[in-house]
């Protein structure tokens, strides 16, 4: 096939064919069958004929096509455009089609937000192809996330007397003692030592995870749950996560598992993010050791003004206060800017965070370094 024969079919391919696509291109064999798949979801609203119908066997197969033909990224994407495109929340009850779809956060998402109308025979597959999720999840994000934040307590409990020669950051003690360098010695007298003191056994910080359950913040709550048992199984920090809408839920004692934790949370619903503030006040024990992390889209059914209130008096009491409008992969997410340039003037900066990023902002937070300077060299506010 010559280099432009191969360009208009995949123009045929993009315009999806009849007479106003302009190619007079053809399609055969797997060809059209891919062009079947794309037309089931995309030919809705256009003047040509698509759509799956109502059928779980029609869908099932349509799910099987499209991961024979396209890679798993695409196969994701086209499975979120077909539930929002043709309406098939309902067939997702169906034990059949929960074993055919492809597995992904947004897909947990949806899964999460209809568990309450969930038939029993659909809950077991519900359950496995959340696990699969989150246990994804975890094997991408786990290991950085706990090396990021041991490192952190690591550095954050530098000492000026470490007790054993073991203990000495050599590299730092060289630098800081660079005036006291002997030329014709050709060596540093190291009149100041800088090292590590010898990790603590009890909890260092108190991290409290509060997380808005809105339907908008599905991607979130998944990978907030993932993180947050990442970090209760730390012994050095005290983990506690609340979820919450116009009512709060605790559910620290379900950290150990983040799947039963997932499906404790109830997507959709209003938002009083004053009153789940006002509960994770009494959470902290230890103000000036403790992270409190907000994430929400900030829009508020509660009392704004005394929402402002607590988080000003959190950061008076010594609480590393982080308010993240989103943690997750997606692009730039829809949140109130009224009440996240209130919250950036009382110095507590309102930004987006990627799983990926996130490890990295726990260590800062450990630190307790400038978030703010965090976010400028890390993100777009």
């Known amino acids: 096939m010559s280099a ?14 009849g007479a106003a696509d302009g190619t007079g291109c053809g399609l055969e064999g797997m060809d059209a069958r891919m062009d079947a798949a794309l037309g ?23 799910l099987g096509d499209i991961r024979t033909y396209f890679p798993s990224t695409v196969v994701q994407v086209m499975q979120q455009d077909a539930i929002e495109r043709l309406n098939l929340t309902r067939l997702l009850l169906e034990p059949e089609m929960l074993e055919a779809v492809e597995p992904d956060v947004h ?15 659909a809950r077991e597959s519900a359950r496995a192809l959340v ?13 950085k996330t706990r090396a990021a934040v041991t490192g952190a307590l690591d550095r954050s409990a ?33 009149s100041r030592l800088v090292g590590y003191a010898r990790r603590q056994r009890s909890v260092q910080r108190e991290v409290v995870l509060c997380i808005d359950q809105s339907g908008s ?14 970090l209760a199984s730390m012994r050095s920090l005290k983990t506690s996560l609340v ?4 009512a709060v839920v605790d559910l620290t004692d379900q950290l150990h598992d983040p799947v039963e934790l997932l499906f404790g949370t109830q997507l959709g619903g209003g938002t009083d993010i004053n009153r789940a503030i006002a509960y994770s006040q009494g959470l902290i024990t230890r103000p000036a050791d403790s992270i409190f992390i907000l994430i929400s889209d900030l ?11 607590r988080v000003a008096a959190m950061k008076e009491a010594g609480v590393q206060v982080i308010v993240l409008l989103a943690l997750s992969d997606e692009g730039a997410p829809f949140y109130d800017h009224e009440n996240a340039a209130a919250l950036a003037a009382l110095g507590v900066p309102a930004f987006a965070c990627t799983p990926d990023a996130f490890p990295d902002l726990m260590a800062a937070a450990i630190e307790r370094r400038d978030i703010a300077r965090w976010v400028e060299r890390h993100t777009d506010l």
Do not use: C
């Not at 696990?131 to 290991?143: N, T």
């Open 4 to 17: 432009a024969d191969e360009r208009m079919r995949r123009w045929r391919l993009v315009l999806g064919g």
């Open 40 to 62: 089931a979801v995309y030919d809705q609203g256009v003047g040509r004929e698509g759509g799956l119908g109502a059928s779980a066997p029609r869908v099932a197969r349509w």
């Open 107 to 121: 897909l947990v998402g949806t899964l999460l937000a209809l568990n309450k109308v969930m038939p029993d025979q």
């Open 131 to 143: 696990r699969k999720v989150v246990e994804e999840l975890e094997r991408r994000l786990v290991q």
């Open 158 to 190: 530098r000492t000026h007397r470490p007790k054993r020669v073991s203990d000495i950051d050599w590299d730092r003690t060289i630098r800081v003692n660079l005036k006291n360098y002997l030329p014709d010695k050709n060596t540093v007298v190291p």
């Open 217 to 230: 913040m599905a991607a979130s709550v998944v990978y907030s749950s993932v993180f947050g048992a990442v």
């Open 243 to 246: 979820v919450f809408d116009t």
């Open 299 to 309: 829009y508020e059914g509660g009392v704004r003004q005394e929402m402002l209130r």
